[in-house]
């Protein structure tokens, strides 16, 4: 959900346009599937810490597709998130 959404106020360094536009990518972000909205994320995280190197963007795109392949082919399965933090929490490995 949107600070336009659940804040007192809109931020005051964005005009009207601009928080409409930031409402459309989100609901258009939220629509995409799990390892879309995933990626966007860190590519937006990536936007606000400064530049990513070419080698190292490289190799993590390299790691998602190889996760995908993985995952796809039966090799590799998905784990939920909380199942994922309840195993990490007890020492678990799947």
Do not use: F, W
């Not at 629509?31 to 810490?49: D, H, I, Q, W, Y």
């Not at 080698?55 to 993985?70: F, G, T």
């Amino acid at each position: 959900m949107s600070c336009l959404k659940t804040c007192n106020r809109r931020p005051e360094k964005y005009s009207l346009n601009v928080a409409l536009s930031v409402e459309m990518v989100e609901e258009e972000a939220l629509n995409l599937p799990t390892s879309g909205r995933a990626l966007l994320v860190e590519k937006l995280l990536a936007s606000l810490s400064g530049e990513i190197s070419p080698e190292v963007e490289r190799a993590h795109l390299d790691e998602v597709r190889e996760r995908q392949i993985a995952v796809r082919s039966g090799t590799a399965r998905l784990i939920d998130g909380i199942e994922a933090l309840r195993m990490a929490r007890v020492g678990v490995r799947p």
